[in-house]
Each structure stands twice: as structure tokens, then as C-alpha cells.
């Protein structure tokens, strides 16, 4: 089944405690993103990345690192997590070109105490 | 920089009956491609229906059509024969045609769509 897998669903940190939120899709895709989802915000864009070993910033990448060094992958890393980064946490991926629909991963409900 | 407004936080609809959902965008770019994305209580985000900006017709999906208005920069979403399973938040989104820019994209803020038996 074609998917993008985000792991975990659920993470309660405490500040300053690095952590990953892994992402994976099985779908060959060139194109993945992170998205943060708040109240009233929407999603805004935290990293992209259009192959691997090219990665780029969206509109919110203050305090997070991405990687891209399989296709498949692209995890999300929080050195120094801080409560303004608690938040959903959505993964997407889609091959090459704007036009193509996002799929997108099931969510990860962080929260940074 | 694109914005993507969606003015309507929430709507509500009976069910059966027809809905607009308003999306508004502000570019300077003359390609690019908008979509509407789906999201149900599951959270699982899901693909409603694209637009391409070159493209005058506006893009149908069975009770999901659009009304694209280009020099207006308008992009809404028409839901027809309103279903319970419609009720969901409602994402407008812009992406750019240009690939210097193209891995960018642009989320409104949402808007909840109720749907009343």
C-alpha cells in the first residue's frame, strides 16, 4: 500500500531534549516536506526537499534540522525542542512537480513541557 | 512572498444542500497550481481537487468543483449535494510552476466545514 509513515503518533518532551520525528515513504517519490499545523495558522512549511541530498527552507525553520540521504527518508530533528515547538507535525511527499498531490503522512502531536 | 487567505474559519452546511468555501491568494508569479486539501477529524490530510492557473476551465471532481478566477486571484471550492462525510477542515494551497520556487508551498489557514443532518 502506497503510504508516507511518520513515527511516532504521539511524543511528550521535555525542553531541551533533542529528538527525531521520522518520515518514510514507499512511493519513490522525489519531492518531500515537513508542515507544522497550529490553531489558526494552517499548515506553514517547515523544510523541503526536492531529492536527495537536497534540501531546502520553507517559511518556519527556525530550530529544526532536516536530512535527506535516502530517497525514502527525510526525518525531522528538534535539537533543543522548546514549548513554541509544540504543535502537529505533518510529513508529505509527491514525485517531481508542483502539480503533483501532496500524500501526506498521519500526523505527529507533539508537545515540549 | 504568496499568502493564501481563506476568510470563512468556519461554515456550515444542511446536508444535501450546497457550499462555498472562499480562497483567496496573492502572487506575482503568472504560473502555479492551487489546490484543496481535505482534513477529517482522523487528521489525515487528503486531496480534494487542483487547479492549474493556465488552465481557463475550472476543475470538476464528481459533487467537488471549483470557480477560478485568475485576475481576481480567487480560488473557491463548491461542494454539491453536501454528504456527512464532508465534514472535515478545508485547506486552500498555492504551489509555484517556476522550479526555483516550486518546492514551496503556501497553506491557508483552514476552514471547518459542519454538516447538519
Known amino acids: 500500500e502506497a503510504q508516507v509513515t511518520q513515527n511516532p503518533r504521539y511524543l511528550i518532551t521535555v525542553t531541551g531534549k533533542k529528538l527525531t520525528v521520522t518520515c518514510s515513504q514507499n512511493m519513490n517519490h522525489e519531492y518531500m516536506s515537513w508542515y507544522r499545523q497550529d490553531p489558526g495558522l494552517g499548515l506553514r512549511q517547515i523544510y523541503y526537499s526536492m531529492n536527495v541530498e537536497v534540501t531546502d527552507k520553507g517559511d518556519v525553520p527556525e530550530g529544526y534540522k532536516v536530512s535527506r540521504k535516502e530517497k525514502r527518508n527525510f526525518p525531522l530533528i528538534l535539537e533543543s525542542p522548546s514549548p513554541n515547538q509544540t504543535s502537529l507535525y505533518f510529513c508529505a511527499s509527491s514525485r517531481a512537480g508542483a502539480n503533483e498531490k501532496l500524500f501526506f503522512g498521519s500526523g505527529t502531536q507533539l508537545s515540549v513541557l | 512572498a504568496q499568502t493564501v487567505t481563506q476568510s470563512q474559519p468556519e461554515m456550515s452546511v444542511q446536508e444535501a444542500e450546497t457550499v462555498t468555501l472562499s480562497c483567496t491568494y496573492d502572487?506575482?508569479?503568472?504560473?502555479?497550481?492551487l489546490f484543496w486539501y481535505k482534513q477529517p477529524p482522523s487528521r489525515q490530510m487528503i486531496l480534494v481537487i487542483r487547479?492549474?492557473?493556465?488552465?481557463?476551465q475550472n476543475a470538476t471532481e464528481n459533487r467537488f468543483s471549483v470557480n477560478f478566477q485568475k485576475a481576481a486571484k480567487s480560488f473557491s471550492l463548491k461542494i454539491s449535494d453536501s454528504q456527512l462525510g464532508d465534514a472535515a477542515m478545508y485547506f486552500c494551497?498555492?504551489?509555484?510552476?517556476?522550479?526555483?520556487?516550486?518546492?514551496?508551498?503556501?497553506f491557508g489557514d483552514g476552514t471547518t466545514l459542519t454538516v447538519k443532518p
Open positions: 494551497a498555492y504551489r509555484s510552476a517556476f522550479n526555483t520556487n516550486a518546492g514551496k508551498s503556501t
Open positions: 487547479q492549474e492557473a493556465y488552465k481557463q
Open positions: 502572487t506575482s508569479e503568472s504560473d502555479y497550481y
